[in-house]
């Protein structure tokens, strides 16, 4: 069930009978309810403002703690369209870094790195690959990478420097992430696709790299890009 911590956040009570609950030693931030969120999950949800009391009452956070849809309250965050602190992520992720989970699938088979490479969140992208347990490779549910995912040059190439990252990895058509990129509508910034191609392109060690060529071909006839 709900605790009083839980009904605080979702009615949006004032930060002052949330900031005594989370003063309160007999508050359990761990407690989740029946659809497995912990109130901090509430919090990142429904009441933005609360989290920075979360964090001032010096508890242990359940940041990784999956609920029954299989969101933490980090990928709530990363998923979320409001404007996002990544400077907060961060500290959230400090937080409690010794029990980071950061492969950790969502309910569409997405990392935090699938996350932050679609929003462009390049802090946090940074942290992500950093850490030495990273997989930069995990396939979401359409057997796409992070890098399928990247929206923008910097995230691309932050991915690429990674020494783990596999750029020839295939999705569920058969594409890999450089066609992909070029495949996806309303690209303006053609620097992204040339940042992908020159890396399938100029490594040999790809096996694949006649094929891809050959659908690069295939596809590209304006002439416009030179890479």
């Keep these: 069930g709900r605790s009083a911590l839980h009904y605080a956040i979702r009615e949006e009570c004032n930060l002052r009978i949330i900031k005594c609950l989370l ?3 007999e508050t359990d931030v761990w407690l989740q309810d029946d659809t497995g969120m912990t109130a901090f999950n509430c919090a990142v949800w429904k009441l933005r403002k609360a989290i920075k009391a979360f964090l001032l009452s010096r508890k242990r956070l359940p940041v990784w703690v999956q609920d029954d849809s299989r969101e933490t309250p980090l990928s709530r965050l990363l998923h979320s369209a409001k404007p996002m602190n990544q400077d907060l992520v961060i500290e959230l992720f400090e937080h409690d870094k010794e029990a980071a989970k950061v492969n ?3 309910s569409q088979g997405k990392t935090l790195l699938h996350l932050a490479s679609s929003r462009g969140n390049m802090k946090v992208v940074h942290w992500l690959l950093e850490r030495d347990e ?3 490779n995990v396939l979401d549910f359409k057997q796409q990478t992070p890098l399928f995912a990247a929206r923008n040059k910097e ?3 932050a991915l690429l420097a990674h020494p783990r990252t596999d750029p020839d990895l295939e999705n569920d058509i058969g594409c890999c992430s450089a066609l992909s990129q070029y495949w996806t509508p ?4 053609k620097a992204i696709f040339q940042v992908l191609v020159r890396r399938v392109f100029l490594d040999m060690e790809y096996a694949r790299l006649k094929r891809t060529e050959l659908a690069f071909t295939s596809r590209y006839k304006n002439g416009i890009m030179v890479l």
Aim: proline share 6%; aromatic share 0%.
């Design 155 to 157: 995230v691309i190439e």
């Design 134 to 136: 990273i997989d930069p």
């Design 186 to 189: 309303n690209k303006d910034d």
């Design 23 to 25: 003063n309160c030693k």
């Design 104 to 106: 950790l699938q969502d």
